[in-house]
């Protein structure tokens, strides 16, 4: 099996209503480097790919055969609180202030434009989860 530099065996897809837009805002809320984008004859975003750091997600204009979709993704960073105040700022809803888990994580979570929850965690032990 092949699976390009940068991507997963599994890589997340989303359809957004004004993808350009929302790729600004990954790009203003999360840091994220876009570093493809295929566009249709009419100017809309065909696919865009997004790197955060070691992970890939890929965006498209959404479509009446390709809906918005709605999805959770975690993301680790850095600095969980400044991460979260940079996705708010941006145009995030949050929806969980940040704070200690038990699990090791300091997490707290956004609700992007595109109606996306993000969890935005700050890894504070070395232990595994379990």
């Known amino acids: 099996m092949v699976v390009p530099p940068g991507f997963a065996v599994v890589t997340p897809y989303i359809f957004a209503t004004e993808a350009d837009a929302y790729v600004r805002f990954l790009e203003t809320a999360f ?33 009446e055969a390709f809906p918005p979709s709605r ?15 940079r996705a708010v700022s941006a145009g995030a809803e949050k929806i969980m202030d940040v704070d200690d888990m038990p699990y090791g994580d300091r997490q707290g979570g956004v609700r992007d434009p595109s109606g996306n929850i993000w969890w935005v965690s700050q890894r504070l032990s070395s232990e595994p989860y379990f």
């Open 71 to 85: 999805a959770a993704l975690y993301l680790y960073v850095d600095d969980a609180d400044e991460a979260v105040v």
């Open 31 to 63: 840091e994220a480097k876009e570093i493809g984008r295929s566009t249709a004859s009419d100017g809309r975003i065909a696919n865009c790919q997004l790197r955060f750091d070691t992970a890939t997600i890929m965006v498209s204009e959404a479509s």
